[in-house]
């Protein structure tokens, strides 16, 4: 199924049970929505711990992203669960830049059954959207970018002398031939 897809984003209930666990083992990144409620910040930690239970029962790990979502500005409480999030630094090294406003047009769209695409005008939940699925795809090349790197890094083949030798060699070849 990867193979004919650059992304797939599987959307789970917040509870932790057999179809979450297997949707995790399966993933690549996982993201974690919270929204600036009074008890978020304690769902988020009982997320954090069960998902490090499963990576520890079954010998992997996870790479997991935090997004807020439904931030309102107006809010105190919005800003309140912004500033844990970015005080904490578990949660800071983890959390995208990029937050999702709260607005209407979401909810509108999907009981139209469209996409907030669908839509000419423009709205915070489309830009918030835009940039969100942007930074995601820079984030997701760098951890490629990242991964390849350290397969292809000669230091993993040869010591650095070997490879000036190497190099000294190539250059005499070129020069006598």
Known sequence: MKKYYDF?????????????????????????PVDPERFSLSGLNVT?????????????SFNIKIVLNKFDARTSLSHQVLAAL?????YQQRL??????????????????????????????????DLLAREFIEFTRIQETDI??????PSNIYSESHIKEDTLITELDTTNG
Do not use: H, M, W
């Open 8 to 32: 797939i984003f599987i959307d789970c209930p917040p509870s932790l049970g057999q179809t979450v666990t297997a949707a995790s083992l399966a993933a690549d990144y996982i993201v974690v």
């Open 48 to 60: 954090l711990n069960e998902l490090e239970k499963v990576a520890k029962k079954f010998e992997t």
């Open 86 to 90: 970015f005080s904490d630094k578990n």
């Open 96 to 129: 995208f830049k990029t937050f999702i406003r709260t607005c209407q047009e979401l909810p509108n769209s999907i009981s139209k059954g469209k996409t907030l695409f669908d839509s000419l005008r423009s709205s915070t939940g489309k830009e918030d959207t």
């Open 148 to 153: 390849e790197s350290e397969k292809i890094q």
